[in-house]
């Protein structure tokens, strides 16, 4: 009796199939932002001996916010504050309002990555009612 020998093609046509499907249904939706091969990076290590107040700003890139001694409050997507001590790490989200307070001594270190040409940060108002997202650290 002779054995069953799948022919090759079809067996890597299904797994192409498979694979196809697969991928189908772990995608949604997908939206190119910016696609560019002008990428700036630039990174600022900051050091405040009485406190700060970025005021409300947004960046057109991620920025990363790495805090070396001392604790942030950081207001973004909600007028309530994440804070951010020695240690750790925040993303800002892109285009989004964002405000960074501290109170006595701060060192931190923002890593910025945004398209040539555009300025790091942009001064935008304060989108919480009076009264809320305006902490002093």
């Known amino acids: 009796m002779k054995a069953f020998r799948p022919n090759k093609k079809i067996v890597l046509a299904l797994a192409i199939v498979a694979v196809t499907s697969a991928a189908g249904v772990a995608v949604a939706a997908q939206t190119i932002v910016t696609d560019t091969d002008n990428v700036h990076l630039r990174i600022v290590k900051s050091q405040f001996d009485d406190g700060f107040d970025s005021g409300w700003h947004t960046h057109p890139g991620p920025a990363i916010v790495q805090v070396q001694k001392g604790r942030f409050k ?9 804070t951010v001590a020695a240690g750790e790490t925040y993303i800002e989200v892109p285009n989004v309002p964002v405000l960074a307070v501290a109170k006595g001594e701060i060192e931190w270190t923002t890593t910025l990555i945004y398209e040539t040409g555009r300025p790091a940060a942009t001064p935008v108002a304060s989108p919480c009612p009076p009264g809320e997202g305006d902490d002093d650290g």
Do not use: L, M
């Open 74 to 82: 950081i207001f973004q997507a909600t007028c309530e504050p994440t």
